[in-house]
């Protein structure tokens, strides 16, 4: 581990044998830890389950990328940040909560988690970012937290299970591709109006068919333009 500026721990190096559970201590030797640092648990192909001890703020890039045999990760309400790749190839994670703390999730967070089929985004996000759930295969619904802004690019596409999401009425753009090859979605539930519907941007570019998808508002439902 290394010092930061504030006195705080960040680790960055994991020195352990090939465990199944590890619980990340808030604390070594005194000193609060503050991030997990990059690429710190990644590839670690016996990892299962992790357990984040509340007070650590930042999880930093790539830091449980490719623990594939990892099923469960329990994130405190501290943790601010999650940095890019993160859960990238985490392909035996079923469900994870991302508390109300976090304020960022880096791109392509949760891309290739093949078995994730619960997400619960509790989290104060203003945009969902590129590729954050690509390629979640399991994933059937989620519901988008109010107060984001922005869905970016490809950031649920190829989720080719995914049947219904639900969107805040803070909503204001949709980015290209953000749903390519969900093939199955059949239906988005919009906290808003219709009138507050017709302001929200969709960029056209891979995202056709999402006129094939029925937009149920709190007054009324825009009909799938074709079937």
Not at 10 to 17: I, R
Not at 107 to 132: D, R
Not at 170 to 192: Q, R
């Amino acid at each position: 581990y290394k010092t930061l500026k504030n006195g705080t721990l960040e680790l960055t190096k994991y020195v352990g044998s090939e465990e199944k559970n590890i619980t990340i201590p808030a604390k070594i030797r005194g000193k609060k830890v503050n991030t997990i640092g990059e690429y710190l648990f990644s590839e670690r192909k016996k990892l299962e389950n992790v357990k984040i001890s509340k007070g650590i703020k930042k999880i930093g890039t790539e830091a449980f990328s490719d623990c594939t045999k990892l099923k469960s990760i329990t994130i405190p309400d501290s943790v601010t940040s999650i940095g890019g790749r993160n859960f990238n190839e985490c392909t035996s994670l079923k469900k994870v909560t991302i508390p109300k703390s976090v304020t960022k999730l880096g791109y392509m967070s949760f891309a290739g988690c093949e078995s994730l089929s619960n997400v619960n985004l509790q989290c104060n996000l203003k945009t969902i970012g590129s590729y954050t759930f690509v390629r979640c295969k399991k994933l059937k619904e989620i519901t988008i937290p109010s107060g984001v802004e922005k869905i970016k690019d490809y950031a649920f596409s190829a989720c080719t299970n995914l049947k219904s999401i639900t969107l805040p009425k803070s909503l204001k753009s949709i980015d290209f591709g953000a749903f390519y090859a969900c093939k199955n979605l059949k239906t988005m539930n919009y906290k808003g109006t219709l009138k507050q519907w017709k302001s929200v941007y969709v960029n056209d570019w891979e995202n056709t068919l999402l006129k094939k998808v029925n937009v149920k508002c709190k007054d009324g439902v825009i009909k799938a333009i074709t079937k």
